[in-house]
């Protein structure tokens, strides 16, 4: 059973960055397509990037183009999200998830993917 851990969570000020990580345990992610997905409070889990399991492939939305950098290390089972020039907008919950079929579809929707980790909180204030 593929096991996810995310860390690297934090507050920092608008315009900073941070770099999440997510650690597998259980089965190797080479096969996995991999996703991040955010949930503010009040609001529905939303899909933020994506990444096939070759590495190919890519998705992000539009609300983080551009800032944010998805990308995986399958020697280390892990995988990251850098996000940087964040903003008021981006504070949220931050989940890691796995997907058996090693795809990144172009819509990130939660219904594709079939393992989570816990999450990790980011926040962004001055």
């Known amino acids: 059973q593929l096991q996810l851990v995310e860390s690297g969570g934090g507050l920092v000020q608008p315009g900073g960055s941070l770099t999440l990580s997510c650690a597998a345990s259980?089965?190797?992610?080479?096969?996995?397509?991999i996703g991040w997905f955010r949930q503010a409070p009040g609001k529905e889990r939303e899909g933020v990037s994506c990444?096939?399991?070759?590495?190919?492939?890519?998705n992000y939305a539009d609300s983080v183009k551009g800032r944010f950098t998805i990308s995986r290390d399958n020697a280390k089972n892990t995988f990251f999200l850098q996000m940087n020039s964040l903003k008021a907008e981006d504070p949220a919950v931050y989940f890691c998830?796995?997907?058996?079929?090693?795809?990144?579809?172009?819509?990130?929707?939660?219904?594709?993917?079939?393992?989570w980790g816990q999450g990790t909180q980011v926040g962004v204030s001055s």
């Open positions: 998830a796995a997907e058996r079929l090693g795809g990144c579809p172009p819509r990130i929707r939660m219904q594709a993917f079939d393992y």
């Open positions: 259980g089965a190797a992610l080479d096969y996995y397509g």
């Open positions: 990444i096939s399991s070759s590495g190919g492939s890519t």
